[in-house]
C-alpha cells in the first residue's frame, strides 16, 4: 500500500522532483548498496563520461548518463537544492517538457565541451584520460536559461533579495575563476560553462521566437511514442458526412483558434512583463491567469 501510494507520488509530481528522485535513487544504488556492484566502480564506469574519443566512442550514451551520476553527498546535494529553487521560476513560465529539454540539452552541452577541452587543449591533455560525473551542467543550463530569459526576478535569500542575473553572473564568473587557477576538477568547471553557454542562447533565441529545442521534444515525444500501451485508433472504412454538423464544427474551430490566439496575446504580454520588471511585479490576476495557461497546456 506504502509502496503504491509512494509511485502516486511520483507520478503526480512536477518534472523537477521526477528529475531529483532519479538522481537520489541512482545515488542510493551506486554509493549506498556497495554489495550489488562492487561498490558501485563497475556500473558508474559505464555511466560517467570519459575525457578520451576512444572510450567515449564505444559508450556514447556517457554523454547524457553522465549527468545521473554523482561522487559524493555534498555533490548531489547541492545539485539537487539549486535544481529544486531554481525550477519554481522556469516552470512558472514554460511546460515540463521545456524544462526537461533544457536540462538533458544543457547536461550534454556540458559534456561536449569536457570532451572537446580534454582533447583540444595540451595542458588538459597532458593530465591523460579521466572521467566526468555530476549533473552540474545541466543544472546550471537551467540556472542561466531563466535568469538570461527573466533577469530582474528576485530570489529571496535570507533577509535580501537577490536578481536573478546577479546569481548567474556569480555562478559564471566563479567556474570561470576555477578553470583559471585550480587544477582541480577542471573538467567539471568547463562543463559547467557549456551548461551555462547553451542556457544563455537557448533564452535568448527565446527572446527573439525561435524555439532552439524544439526538434529534442519531438524526439522525446517519438520515443515516448515508442513506450506507449495505447493501440492506435483503427479507421472505419466506411464515413458518414453530416454537412450542416461539419459546418457547425468548423465555426467552434475557428471559435476555439480565435481564443488560443487571444490567450497567447495575454500570455506573450505577461511574459515581456516578467522579462523587463521581474515576476513579482506581476498582479494577482496576472500570475492566477499563468497559472491557469499552464496548467491547460
Do not use: C
Not at 527573466?150 to 559564471?172: C, D, G, H, M, Y
Request: charged share 15%; proline share 3%; hydrophobic share 50%.
Amino acid at each position: 500500500m506504502a509502496a503504491n501510494s509512494l509511485w502516486y507520488q511520483y507520478k503526480v509530481a512536477n518534472i523537477a522532483v521526477k528529475l531529483i528522485v532519479i538522481n537520489v535513487a541512482v545515488f542510493i544504488l551506486l554509493n549506498l548498496i556497495p554489495s550489488l556492484f562492487g561498490q558501485g566502480s563497475f556500473l558508474s564506469g559505464w555511466l560517467a563520461l570519459p575525457s578520451d574519443l576512444s572510450s567515449f566512442i564505444v559508450k556514447p550514451w556517457t554523454l547524457l548518463t553522465y549527468a545521473f551520476v554523482h561522487s559524493g553527498f555534498w555533490h548531489i546535494l547541492w545539485n539537487m537544492y539549486f535544481l529544486y529553487i531554481f525550477s519554481r521560476f522556469s516552470l512558472n513560465l514554460f511546460t515540463e517538457k521545456r524544462f526537461l529539454t533544457i536540462y538533458l540539452l544543457g547536461g550534454m552541452a556540458g559534456g561536449a565541451l569536457y570532451i572537446l577541452a580534454y582533447n583540444i587543449f595540451p595542458a588538459l591533455v597532458a593530465r591523460g584520460p579521466g572521467a566526468m560525473v555530476g549533473a552540474s551542467a545541466a543544472v546550471n543550463a537551467i540556472i542561466i536559461f531563466i535568469a538570461t530569459y527573466s533577469p530582474n526576478t528576485q530570489l529571496r535569500l535570507f533577509i535580501f533579495n537577490i536578481k536573478l542575473w546577479q546569481i548567474a553572473a556569480f555562478f559564471v564568473l566563479s567556474d570561470l575563476l576555477r578553470v583559471a587557477t585550480t587544477t582541480e576538477n577542471t573538467g567539471g568547471f568547463i562543463a559547467h560553462l557549456g551548461g551555462a553557454a547553451f542556457g544563455y542562447v537557448y533564452a535568448q533565441q527565446m527572446v527573439k521566437g525561435n524555439d532552439i529545442g524544439a526538434w529534442f521534444e519531438r524526439l522525446m515525444d517519438k520515443v515516448a511514442a515508442w513506450f506507449s500501451s495505447k493501440p492506435s485508433p483503427k479507421r472505419s472504412k466506411m464515413h458518414t458526412v453530416h454537412r450542416k454538423k461539419k459546418s457547425a464544427s468548423a465555426k467552434s474551430a475557428t471559435a476555439s483558434t480565435t481564443s488560443k490566439s487571444d490567450q497567447q496575446r495575454q500570455i506573450d504580454a505577461i511574459l515581456d512583463k516578467i522579462s523587463k520588471s521581474g515576476y513579482d511585479s506581476l498582479t494577482k490576476a496576472e500570475k492566477d491567469f499563468l497559472f491557469k495557461a499552464g496548467k491547460d497546456d
